[in-house]
């Protein structure tokens, strides 16, 4: 069965090379990572699909945020951004007019960005990086954090606006799945993105 994350399984397949990735294949003689371990060259492969994820969300995000974008554009992003994450996931919400943080289930947090009353709106992501390197979990996932900065900017044509600067850090989940490609049987670590905290936020 064909994942329906594809385009990010050929990126890591490709990075990696289907003989490293098929659990068919050996070679005799030369060690091999154990399943639950992630090699050097398989490490470097997923923080680069993790970070691919990333910055695909942030395309998104700037779609779904744009008042030019039609609606069934935007309604087609959000399936797409959503297929990014792991199930249950929230994305926070803050303002400089307030010091809590609200948070939201990753839906919801699109459709609030979609209905946002200006009638300009710019959204951009910077300085993406990770923060804390991947650590195995008990249950053989790894872990780690990848933080970003968001600018944003709504403006009204009745000169209303806002704008601030916002540090996120982004859950990076990563855990070992199937799937057939060419009637082969690949292995690979797929790369999901979590919950995504509000840390500071600045004029």
Same mark, same amino acid.
């Not at 994942?3 to 990696?16: D, M, P, Q």
């Not at 990333?54 to 779609?63: F, P, W």
């Given at each position: 069965?064909?994942?329906?994350?594809? /385009?990010?399984?050929?990126?890591?397949?490709?990075?990696?090379?289907?003989?490293?990735?098929?659990?068919?294949?050996?070679?005799?003689?030369?060690?091999?990572?154990?399943?639950?371990?992630?090699?050097?060259?398989?490490?470097?492969?997923?923080?680069?699909?993790?970070?691919?994820?990333?910055?695909?969300?942030?395309?998104?995000?700037?779609?779904?945020?744009? /008042?030019?974008?039609?609606?069934?554009?935007?309604?087609?992003?959000?399936?797409?951004?959503?297929?990014?994450?792991?199930?249950?996931?929230?994305?926070?919400?803050?303002?400089?007019?307030?010091?809590?943080?609200?948070?939201?289930?990753?839906?919801?947090?699109?459709?609030?960005?979609?209905?946002?009353?200006?009638?300009?709106?710019?959204?951009?992501?910077?300085?993406?990086?990770?923060?804390?390197?991947?650590?195995?979990?008990?249950?053989?996932?790894?872990?780690?954090?990848?933080?970003?900065?968001?600018?944003?900017?709504?403006?009204?044509?009745?000169?209303?606006?806002?704008?601030?600067?916002?540090? /996120?850090?982004?859950?990076?989940?990563?855990?070992?799945?199937?799937?057939?490609?060419?009637?082969?049987?690949?292995?690979?670590?797929?790369?999901?993105?979590?919950?995504?905290?509000?840390?500071?936020?600045?004029?």
């Amino acid at each position: 069965m064909i994942t329906r994350n594809l /385009k990010y399984v050929f990126l890591l397949a490709l990075s990696l090379g289907f003989i490293q990735l098929s659990a068919q294949t050996k070679t005799v003689g030369t060690p091999t990572a154990a399943p639950s371990e992630i090699s050097p060259a398989r490490k470097q492969a997923i923080d680069s699909l993790a970070m691919e994820k990333v910055r695909d969300l942030s395309k998104y995000i700037s779609i779904i945020g744009n /008042k030019k974008t039609p609606y069934s554009e935007s309604t087609r992003v959000m399936d797409r951004t959503e297929e990014l994450f792991t199930p249950g996931s929230e994305m926070g919400v803050s303002s400089l007019k307030r010091k809590e943080v609200n948070y939201y289930k990753v839906r919801k947090y699109l459709e609030r960005l979609m209905a946002l009353n200006y009638d300009r709106v710019t959204i951009e992501w910077y300085d993406i990086h990770y923060i804390s390197d991947l650590e195995r979990q008990p249950d053989g996932r790894y872990v780690g954090v990848v933080t970003v900065y968001q600018r944003f900017e709504g403006v009204s044509d009745d000169g209303m606006k806002y704008k601030d600067t916002t540090k /996120k850090d982004i859950t990076i989940y990563v855990e070992r799945k199937k799937t057939q490609i060419a009637g082969r049987t690949v292995e690979f670590w797929d790369v999901l993105l979590g919950d995504i905290r509000v840390t500071e936020t600045n004029a």
